[in-house]
């Protein structure tokens, strides 16, 4: 069974940094033909897409983490990070990674706040 396992979330002042890193273990098969996600949820609002990065290296965002957030994958060590710079209030949501759209880890809290 696969499972993901995020870390890296916490509380961070509006202009501050966090890096979230998501780890799968189990079998996965072929991790390098699958796309990474990375969607939040803030309270009260629909999970949205942030970013997304596919087996060949190709990186998405939101509009509004563009120039702001970075995604990035490791397929050897089976992970996938979002460095996320600039942070703003809006920011504040749980944070999810998916692999593939099908499983899903379960959530770490950002919150930007001064």
């Known amino acids: 069974q696969v499972q993901l396992v995020e870390s890296g979330g916490g509380l961070v002042q509006p202009g501050g940094s966090l890096r979230l890193s998501c780890a799968a273990s189990?079998?996965?098969?072929?991790?390098?033909?699958?796309?990474w996600y990375w969607y939040r949820q803030a309270p009260g609002k629909q999970r949205e897409l942030v970013a997304t990065?596919?087996?060949?290296?190709?990186?998405n965002y939101a509009d509004s983490v563009k120039d702001r957030f970075t995604i990035s994958r490791d397929n050897a060590k089976k992970t996938v990070s979002l460095q996320m710079n600039s942070l703003k209030p809006e920011d504040t949501a749980v944070y999810y990674c998916?692999?593939?759209?099908?499983?899903w880890g379960q959530g770490t809290q950002v919150t930007v706040s001064s």
């Open positions: 990065i596919t087996s060949g290296g190709s990186a």
């Open positions: 998916s692999l593939g759209r099908a499983i």
């Open positions: 189990g079998s996965i098969g072929n991790i390098y033909f699958v796309n």
